[in-house]
């Protein structure tokens, strides 16, 4: 059992599947009360009921008051997870404005609404912790998903700057950030996430391992892929090297389309 979570009250939001369900299957392992939000009522729902938790079917960025209703009061510990990968926005496709303001709505906006509903209580207590599920896509670059890539690194930004901005007053916050994993999401990404994500891909579970390492480590960054770490430097030592290397990989994905 780990002490910060047990009998911690969390909220998970798109935990009707994939990450968020390990995610909130992992919390309640270990003693906690979950709400379990997702737009897919039927998911959320027989997540909730498989672990003892409490269904909200809805938006994430909408249901933040609704949660911590649920759970009496206060949430210890928020996890936003529920994102989206809606993309195709490379250049020679007409301008999905939708597509971006989603990503922008679910990968960025509900992370900035759920936190600032919790951090009044968080820092009246001096006690609370925020799980931003970002993507490595949020570090380095997904081939092929603008919109996905420039969000996460939204995320990925709005994660560090709560991070560094409050953590003397009790806030711990830790960034996720894998490369693929084994969900629906994986399954939509089409021939990019074939070439660039299912080689490497693991399961949610592994991502609830490296999250609770995180935690008992109180690390930021969780990097359930650990080779993510030497990207992230090479990226920031040479950049013109690393956008080459990114470049053969998009030239590669364009010979297989
Ligand atoms: N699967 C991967 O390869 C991968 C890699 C890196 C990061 N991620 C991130 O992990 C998170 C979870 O994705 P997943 O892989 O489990 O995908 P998934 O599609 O299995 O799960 C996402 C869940 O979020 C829900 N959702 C979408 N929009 C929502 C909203 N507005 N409010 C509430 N719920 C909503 C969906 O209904 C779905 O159940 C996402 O933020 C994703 O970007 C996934």
């Known amino acids: 059992m780990v002490e910060a979570v047990q009998g911690a009250k969390v909220v ?20 906690a009360r979950v709400v379990v939000n997702d737009l897919d009522a039927d998911g959320a729902k027989a997540v909730a009921e498989e672990i003892g938790g409490i269904a909200l079917p809805g938006d994430a960025a909408t249901t933040v008051d609704e949660a911590r209703d649920a759970l009496g009061g206060t949430v210890d510990i928020y996890c936003a997870n529920a994102g989206v990968g809606c993309d195709g926005a490379d ?3 007409p301008l ?8 922008w709505d679910v990968n960025v906006m509900a992370h900035v609404r759920a936190a600032h ?11 609370g912790r925020f799980v931003s599920t970002v993507s490595a896509a949020g570090l380095l670059t997904m081939i092929g998903a603008a919109a996905y890539s ?49 080689p490497t891909a693991i399961e949610p579970d592994d991502v609830a391992d490296a999250l609770f390492r995180g935690i008992e480590e109180d690390r930021f960054l969780i990097l359930p892929h650990p080779e993510v770490a030497e990207y992230y430097r090479a990226r920031a030592a040479d950049p013109e090297r690393w956008l080459g290397g990114m470049n053969r990989i998009q030239q590669q994905w364009e010979a297989t389309r």
């Open 96 to 103: 999905d404005e939708r597509a971006w303001s989603l990503s």
């Open 91 to 93: 250049i020679g496709r």
């Open 150 to 198: 420039v969000t996460k690194h939204g995320a990925y930004a709005f994660a560090e700057w709560l991070s560094l901005t409050y953590r003397h007053r009790g806030l711990k916050v830790h960034a996720i950030c894998p490369q693929g994993v084994r969900t629906g999401m994986l399954d939509a990404s089409g021939s990019a996430g074939d070439l660039v994500l299912r």
């Open 12 to 31: 998970v939001t798109g935990a009707g599947g994939g990450i968020g369900a390990a995610l909130a299957r992992r919390f309640a392992a270990h003693g």
């Open 117 to 127: 509903a919790l951090l009044p209580g968080w820092l009246e207590r001096g006690s």
